[in-house]
């Protein structure tokens, strides 16, 4: 039987692009409309593994989606990126002029700004995802109203591309990460990216240490991010992306970090793949 996969948003979003092309074989995909949702699909069983965003080169990282992955203790198991192609869409027959408002996702909305401020009398409404605001505007016919989204959404629910390649940089790429209830325990020779999560002494120097750590251990701090501990003000969580060429490298590292941090974490360690 084949593994069924939670994706924020329906068949045509982005998340589901990820899954057709990251899974070599036919896979069922469980359609979940937020971040939440997608968590409580793994959690109880529903989906055996999911595709969820993590950062856009633009937009910058989805701190929540961090959070909900510790917060539940999730495994990083793989990750992929992807091209992110943003196209005005509407139902047939209609031009730019006939339109007064565009539906999409927050996210989508602020990587087409730079387009859409052409446009300053057409209204802006912020919608839970790219593809499911295509298939509305089918399905209810909704004449004056656009969408953002895929070109795979546009054929999929037939919508007509008013204006394509809207996104304001046309390199903008998205990395998703595939996460699992349990850790799928990769070779240590296939192994050259970790997420990691620690927490820090609320004194001088502390993060400069770390850091240190991992540079004399040759690892390539691809990401930090700090998130404040609601219950403990003034002290922070960080979460950090590592790559490294020898897993012994990154092994002592660890070793150190364990030792160092007052509270430390692997949330998953496997292949880099970005391009």
């Not at 909900?68 to 031009?95: F, S, T, V």
């Not at 605001?133 to 070109?151: D, P, V």
């Not at 990460?177 to 070779?187: L, Q, T, Y």
């Not at 999560?197 to 251990?217: P, Q, T, W, Y």
Request: aromatic share 8%; hydrophobic share 40%.
């Amino acid at each position: 039987m084949s593994a069924k996969i939670a994706i924020q948003g329906i068949k045509g979003s982005f998340h589901h692009q990820v899954v057709q092309e990251y899974y070599k074989e036919e896979v069922a995909v469980d359609e979940c409309l937020s971040f939440g949702e997608l968590v409580d699909s793994l959690l109880s069983g529903k989906s055996d593994q999911a595709v969820m965003a993590i950062e856009n080169s633009i937009a910058g990282p989805i701190i929540p989606n961090y959070a909900l992955i510790d917060k539940n203790d999730l495994h990083i198991i793989g990750e992929h990126y992807l091209r992110i192609h943003q196209n005005l869409m509407a139902l047939k027959g209609q031009k730019i002029e006939d339109i007064t408002e565009v539906h999409s996702h927050p996210m989508a909305l602020l990587q087409c700004m730079d387009f859409l401020k052409k446009y300053p009398n057409i209204k802006l409404v912020e919608d839970k995802d790219t593809a499911e605001t295509a298939r509305r505007i089918q399905e209810k016919q909704l004449k004056g109203i656009a969408a953002i989204a895929s070109k795979t959404a546009s054929e999929m629910y037939g919508l007509e591309i008013l204006a394509p390649e809207i996104q304001t940089i046309k390199n903008n790429m998205t990395r998703f990460v595939i996460i699992k209830k349990e850790n799928s325990f990769v070779a240590e020779d296939e192994i050259n990216r970790a997420s990691l999560k620690f927490e820090l002494d609320h004194k001088r120097g502390s993060l400069a240490a770390i850091l240190n750590v991992m540079s004399d251990c040759k690892m390539n701090l691809t990401k930090i991010q700090s998130l404040p501990k609601i219950e403990t003000p003034w002290k922070y969580s960080f979460f950090v992306d590592v790559t490294f060429e020898r897993y012994a490298d990154y092994s002592k590292a660890k070793s150190l970090l364990e030792i160092m941090a007052e509270y430390f974490k692997v949330l998953g360690e496997y292949k880099n793949t970005k391009p």
